[in-house]
């Protein structure tokens, strides 16, 4: 089995603070009207797990962390030995994930074998079948509370596109996260223009205030670009 869709040899942008690699797992178990990268998702891998393995062995000492993003990368289901072998190379490792298995990000976290992770949270259960297509809002909670209890650095994200998620879902959402204890920042990441998505949609009329949802949520909001 090839888990890999693609790798991007060079970030700064993806790993806090750290010159990284992005492994691009093909496969997702969602269907996010949103998503701009039906490439992937659909796709299946072309990069098996040993080629991988090797790229990074010529990065050691240029790079010093490992992105594992997708498509779903706790889907891949030898996760955990992928993982111990990229650590055991010296990698830091971040996952970018659907919150989906929270099952694999407990596995882990229990072995340490990630430093932080971007966790999304796509919308309320009331929205939920409408926009993802699968899963549902109370896996995100299981995979929230596996990390706050694990105390590995976490930062909880939710892409935005104002035609489906509106301030007053934003607002619930992040009093949800409030009451859940969460202490780091939610980034509101823009919908991505001008690329191809997963299904069809129209074009924002307008787009999300940060200004106005802090008036009803005291956690700190950031925008982020995609």
């Known amino acids: 089995m090839k888990p890999l869709y693609d790798i991007t040899p060079f970030t700064l942008l993806?790993?806090?603070?750290?010159?990284?690699?992005?492994?691009?797992?093909?496969?997702?178990?969602?269907?996010?009207?949103?998503?701009?990268n039906p490439e992937i998702v659909l796709g299946r891998g072309k990069i098996g797990e040993d080629d991988a393995l090797a790229f990074l062995a010529t990065r050691i000492g240029l790079l010093e962390g490992v992105v594992l993003s997708g498509g779903e990368c706790t889907l891949y289901p030898r996760l955990l030995p992928f993982c111990r072998a990229i650590k055991e190379m010296g990698f830091k490792l971040k996952i970018d994930t659907n919150a989906m298995r929270p099952d694999v990000l407990k596995a882990l976290a229990d072995?340490?074998?990630?430093?932080?992770v971007a966790?999304?949270?796509?919308?309320?259960?009331?929205?939920w079948d409408e926009l993802c297509a699968g899963g549902e809002e109370a896996l995100f909670?299981?995979?929230?509370e596996h990390l706050q209890q694990s105390g590995i650095a976490f930062e909880v994200r939710t892409t935005v596109h104002t035609g489906l998620i509106d301030e007053a879902t934003l607002i619930q959402m992040g009093r949800k996260l409030e009451s859940a204890g969460y202490k780091g920042v939610y980034a509101l990441q823009s919908f991505a223009t001008g690329c191809e998505t997963l299904k069809p949609i129209a074009a924002e009329?307008?787009?999300?205030?940060?200004?106005?949802?802090?008036?009803?949520?005291?956690?700190?909001?950031?925008h982020r670009s995609l």
């Open 14 to 36: 993806d790993y806090p603070d750290l010159p990284a690699a992005i492994f691009w797992f093909a496969g997702c178990n969602l269907r996010c009207s949103y998503c701009y």
């Open 111 to 116: 072995e340490h074998l990630i430093d932080t």
């Open 119 to 127: 966790l999304d949270y796509k919308t309320t259960q009331e929205h």
């Open 141 to 144: 909670w299981d995979s929230f």
């Open 205 to 222: 009329n307008h787009s999300v205030c940060i200004e106005r949802l802090q008036l009803h949520v005291k956690l700190p909001i950031i």
